[in-house]
Structures are given as C-alpha cells and as structure tokens.
C-alpha cells in the first residue's frame, strides 16, 4: 500500500512502533537486559536534577525530553512522587517531546498546578500533541529561538465492529473537546476555536505560539558579533569554508586509501557473525511490540 493510501494514523503507529522498538533495544542493551525482561521494562522520558536548587533559591531543573508515559513508559504517577520531592522555590520544566499518553499528560499538568514551586516551562524545541499539553501547566511558558508547539485531535487504534467504531468516535470527540478547553483556558476566545485547530494539526513557531496566547514570550537570544575582515582579507565564515573544503579532501583520501586494503578473512568472517547475531537479537523484539500493543 502507498503512502498516499495509508492514513496519517496508521503512519503514526507504525513511526512511533519503529521509534519504541529502537528505544527499548537501546535501554535493553543499556541494562543488560535479554528480551525476557522486556515485557516488564519502563521506558523513561523525564529526568530531575537538583531537587533542592542551589544555593541562593537556585531553579530545579526537570527535562521531559522523550515520548510521555503510555503502555511502555514509566506512569504520571511516578513523575508526580518526583516532582513532589523538589523543594527548590522555582522549577524549570524542559520540553523536546513528540507528545504521548493523553492521560498521562493530564495528570502531569494539574500535577504542575497542585505543585508551590514557581513553573517555568522551556520549549526547547518541540512540545508537540500532549506535550503540548504538560507545557500549559507552566505559570510562564518560554519559547526557545526555533522551536515550536503542535495540537491536534486525540487519536486511538480500536478493534471491533462499526458500534465499537462509531462509540470510539464518540469518545474521542469527547477527550478534544476536553484537550480543546484546556488551551481556551490559557490562550482565551472559545473551545470550539481551539478544536478547530486541532482538527486542522496547527504547528506554530515560536513567535505565533506567543501570538496565538499558548506561550508568554521567545527566549532572546544575543547574536553574534558581525564578523571583521581579518588582514589578509577574509572573513571568518571564508575561513571555515575552506577550512571544511580542505576536510572534505582528507577525507576522501583517507577514504580511498583504506579502500584499497584488503579486509583479512578472519576479520571478514567475524563481521558477519555480528551482523547475523545483531538482527537475530533485533528481530523477537520487532515481532513482539505489535501484540504488546
């Protein structure tokens, strides 16, 4: 089937499969773990740092830099016990996230609320669908220079007949509209408004997520000195450029010399060994992923 016929849900597990698939090899390997343990694994997607600040009422720092919660990642809950152990008098929340668990990221930003730090929610470069969200807990939201905010209308895979469909469709009216209030409330006009750029898949940029009310400021960033002509004439940027010019010629050599030598049989034999192993290792947890699902 094209990509053209595939529906743009259907594009979307099959991406964030691929993308969990990667993730749980990669914490397997990480921690040593055979694909026995694998049905027991939490994936993590938030990290805390400096609980208590530093000295002077420092901020503490948590970064949501990953898919939030769902069926393979660590709960809300256990990010609202850490969060309820930061003490610090202001908290810096981090976003880089494609979004997540729907719930998950609603317990997350009335948790935000119930907590007495100050937040300050940093988009560092995307807080996209319930991402987008947990950023809407923040007292202040800050929009890094080129980053962005996404919402859209919840999505879910459902098995059954057309009333399961039809009562699927039902629900998940329900929760956008739900989703939809949660941005009227920061960003004002009306629910319905919001719900229509939901429907829409709306991504803004720094500025226009400032523009549209769901962020308070972008983050300014000083520039860069303009650069001097040097003595010899040329600008630091020419001097990179023929700087990388110059790597690039290296590299090609470097390329081509290694080329011409020939690999020893014992070292060609065991490549292919680790290959085989490695897709062998891979393949029972590509299989396994859809069922979990």
Not at 174 to 184: C, G, K, L, M
């Amino acid at each position: 089937m094209s990509d053209a016929a595939t529906s743009s849900h259907v594009r979307r597990l099959a991406s964030r499969v691929e993308r969990t698939t990667a993730r749980f090899m990669d914490e397997a390997a990480r921690g040593g773990q055979s694909v026995a343990d694998l049905p027991s694994m939490r994936l993590p997607w938030y990290e805390v740092r400096d609980e208590a600040g530093g000295p002077g009422g420092d901020p503490a720092t948590v970064l949501i830099y990953d898919e939030i919660g769902g069926s393979f990642g660590v709960t809300a809950k256990d990010f609202a016990v850490a969060l309820e152990k930061i003490t610090a008098p202001t908290i810096h929340l981090r976003i880089n996230s494609p979004g997540g668990s729907l719930f998950d990221a609603i317990a997350i930003y009335n948790t935000l609320h119930h907590h007495p730090a100050r937040v300050v929610v940093y988009v560092d470069a995307l807080a996209a669908s319930a991402a987008s969200l947990i950023a809407m807990g923040g007292d202040e939201i800050v929009m890094m220079p080129g980053s962005q905010l996404m919402i859209h209308d919840a999505s879910a895979v459902e098995d059954g007949n057309a009333a399961d469909m039809r009562a699927m469709s039902a629900f998940l009216d329900r929760q956008s509209d739900n989703v939809a209030d949660i941005y009227r409330l920061r960003g004002g006009g009306e629910a319905g408004e919001w719900r229509e750029l939901m429907l829409a898949e709306t991504w803004m940029f720094a500025a226009e997520a400032v523009d549209m009310g769901l962020a308070d400021r972008v983050e300014i960033v000083a520039p860069a000195p303009a650069p001097e002509a040097s003595i010899s004439g040329t600008t630091p940027r020419m001097k990179a450029k023929a700087v990388i010019r110059i790597g690039r010629k290296r590299r090609r050599a470097d390329s081509s010399a290694a080329s011409s030598i020939p690999m020893p049989p014992s070292c060609l034999a065991f490549a292919n060994s680790t290959i085989k192993i490695a897709f062998l290792a891979a393949s029972p947890i590509s299989m396994m992923l859809p069922i979990w699902t």
